[in-house]
Structure formats: structure tokens, C-alpha cells
């Protein structure tokens, strides 16, 4: 009986142990999961930066004028094209253009 006993408890106790398989494709979901939120803050933070520059422009007071409106698409087109011309190398590192490099 205490033999039993024993048996039960020690496997409670055991923690499961994962195969190289098992624990890479575990490895790999949790990765692909890290990704796709990564992804999802991103979008969320370009797109707010977006609304915001909108926003302070409809709350600037005093009427509009044509020019005022090219002046903010002119912004914004500025802002999407300097996300747009950041590239990735294979390792997933950003690489900064000539032109925003640091200069000393």
C-alpha cells in the first residue's frame, strides 16, 4: 500500500518532459504569437500617430484653407514614406538609411 502510495506521488510530482520536437514547436508558437503582437503594436502606433496629426488639425482653430490641407497630407505622406523606407536584413535587424545615420 505504501508502495502505492509512493508511486502517486512521485508522479504528481514529476514535471512532464518535452521531446526536441514538442519543445520546438512550442518554442515556435510562442515566437509566432510574440510576432503577430509585435505586428499588431506596430500597426496600432503608426495608425495613432496618423489620427493624432488629423486631430491637431481639425482642432487648430480659425478656418482651413486648401494650402492647409496639402500642408497636413504633405506631413503625413512624409511620415508614411520614412516607415516605409526602413528595410530588414535577414536577421531582423533595421537598417537606417545614409541619410538618418548619426554623424560625428
Given at each position: 500500500m505504501e508502495d502505492e502510495m509512493k508511486t502517486i506521488e512521485d508522479q504528481e510530482n514529476e514535471k512532464p518532459v518535452l521531446d526536441d520536437d514538442a519543445?520546438?514547436?512550442?518554442?515556435?508558437?510562442?515566437l509566432s504569437k510574440i510576432r503577430r503582437q509585435s505586428m499588431i503594436l506596430g500597426f496600432r502606433v503608426s495608425c495613432q500617430?496618423?489620427?493624432?496629426?488629423i486631430t491637431a488639425f481639425e482642432r487648430s482653430p480659425g478656418s482651413k484653407s486648401n494650402n492647409d490641407h496639402k500642408r497636413l497630407i504633405k506631413d503625413i505622406k512624409k511620415f508614411v514614406e520614412t516607415g516605409l523606407a526602413r528595410k530588414m536584413d535577414e536577421n531582423g535587424e533595421i537598417e537606417v538609411p545614409e541619410s538618418e545615420a548619426v554623424q560625428n
Open positions: 519543445l520546438k514547436g512550442a518554442i515556435e508558437e510562442q500617430a496618423v489620427l493624432d496629426k
